[in-house]
């Protein structure tokens, strides 16, 4: 790592300012020889860390940009190397040809992620912290930001850390009663290991559950509009997009493919699959629409069932109904406007689920479903201000591994093998552990992670 890299860390598209970084070894020498300060004259070599100047990135007799020059010293930068930022204008074609000069000058060209991978190999950052950084830049909404941020402060390594500390001591431990049964012993010490290994997996078993709000958090609510042929499916996509995208006729299955669409409501977001609707057919066309819509029962986080509150039930909805039992379920009884016939009873006597009258066509009922969905979403699953939410699949994933560890730590206890044994699961779990904090991970595997991230960062 004793190259010096560089990379234009702000947006590919014309703006105010654009910034340009360079870090390693040769940044500040190599911006000596591009940069002319205007008013300090003092070089970036010079310049006192965490300290800017305004000047000139000229080079050769000839002026590319007025730039401002952001000096951050070893080790105390993002990388942990001596960092150079240049504030340019945002062009991108300035932005191109500054950093064409700082290769000329001995930079390579940074590798997407490679600042951040630096940090991480430097160790001023574990990788839960790094992957973060990642989610926090491509995050969707409020809530997904506000997830991302804490795992970028290290929450998630905290607890990790702890854990794998206490599993250490417990292996230790054991190791030295095998090791030196005269000074050490195993009495008292198993319960006290069944209990320690217990209180693990309840956090890890909690970690593992919060991916769920994690996954809504950062993806948002997979939610699937159902209802039979000309129930206003449409429409209420329509309503809650406040556009006019999907297509609305009065001609039963229109809406014959499915259309993915998504809202954002007060920083939740909601990935609207607007279906076909079920229904026996013989169209093959619209077949394909009516085996969609039934696969994505079973993938969706909330069903809203629409039905034409103008008419009864008829057998479609009953089908309909039959198949989301026991999925979280908003009925909207639709057309309001014409007057209500179905009876609502009969419907919440046959599914768990709240149900509001709405005129998708009028807008009303709109604001309830936004509340609604507001209650749903904050009071039933979510604390935002002091839950960490796994929001990572291959943390998810090594934690399924760490607690299966643990559980066959507990059941080696209970089945009174002999100690020697132990070590070797929670040795496991401390290993999984591990990895999600970027310790005992393969390098072609850390090379992979960085590799999905922005160029720059
Ligand atoms: P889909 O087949 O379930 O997607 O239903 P559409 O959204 O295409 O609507 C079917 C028909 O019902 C269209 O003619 C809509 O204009 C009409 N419609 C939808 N919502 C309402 C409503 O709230 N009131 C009234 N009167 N008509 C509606």
């Known amino acids: 790592m004793s190259d010096t890299i560089a990379a234009i860390a702000t947006g590919m598209g014309s703006s105010g300012i654009g910034i340009i970084r360079i870090s390693g070894p040769c940044a500040l020498s190599i911006a000596d020889k591009i940069f002319n300060p205007s008013v300090t004259k003092r070089k970036p070599s010079k310049m006192i860390s965490y300290t800017a100047a305004l000047g000139h990135i000229i080079y050769d007799g000839r002026l590319y940009d007025e730039s401002i020059c952001l000096v951050m010293k070893a080790p105390h930068s993002y990388t942990t190397e001596d960092i150079v930022e240049f504030d340019c204008h945002g062009g991108i074609v300035v932005l191109k040809e500054i950093l064409d000069l700082i290769i000329q000058m001995g930079a390579r060209p940074a590798e997407p992620g490679e600042f951040t991978k630096r940090a991480f190999l430097n160790g001023r950052i574990d990788m839960s912290q790094a992957e973060s950084v990642m989610d926090l830049i491509h995050s969707k909404n409020e809530m997904a930001a506000a997830a991302s941020i804490k795992q970028v402060t290290g929450e998630l390594r905290d607890i990790i850390t702890t854990m794998r500390t206490e599993i250490l001591y417990n292996i230790a431990y054991i190791e030295s009663v095998l090791d030196d049964p005269e000074n050490y012993t195993f009495d008292n010490f198993i319960p006290e290991l069944k209990s320690t290994v217990d209180k693990l997996l309840t956090t890890v078993n909690k970690l593992i559950e919060s991916s769920t709000s994690g996954r809504i958090i950062t993806e948002g609510i997979r939610t699937v509009i159902l209802g039979r042929p000309n129930a206003g499916k449409s429409s209420v996509l329509n309503m809650l997009l406040g556009v006019e995208r999907a297509i609305v006729t009065d001609i039963a299955g229109t809406t014959r493919d499915t259309l993915e669409e998504s809202v954002n409501i007060d920083g939740i977001t909601l ?187």
């Open 271 to 457: 990935n609207i699959v607007d279906t076909a609707g079920i229904r026996d057919t013989e169209d093959v066309v619209e077949r394909i629409g009516v085996d969609r819509a039934i696969a994505n029962i079973s993938d969706a986080d909330l069903i809203l069932f629409v039905v034409d509150g103008s008419t009864t039930l008829d057998a479609n909805d009953h089908k309909i109904i039959d198949a989301i039992k026991g999925k979280k379920v908003i009925t909207l009884v639709n057309k309001k406007d014409l007057g209500i016939i179905v009876d609502n009873m009969l419907i919440s006597s046959e599914i768990k689920t709240e149900i509001i009258e709405i005129s998708a066509k009028n807008g009303i009922g709109k604001d309830k479903l936004h509340n609604l969905l507001k209650d749903m979403f904050y009071n039933n699953s979510l604390n935002y201000n002091d839950q960490i939410y796994i929001t990572n699949m291959r943390h998810k994933a090594l934690l399924y591994k760490t607690s299966a560890s643990l559980t066959a730590v507990c059941e080696s206890i209970d089945n009174h093998m002999s100690e020697d044994l132990f070590t070797i699961d929670l040795m496991a779990a401390y290993e999984s552990l591990g990895k999600i904090i970027g310790e005992e991970l393969e390098d072609d595997l850390v090379n992979k992670i960085f590799a999905e991230f922005c160029m720059g960062k």
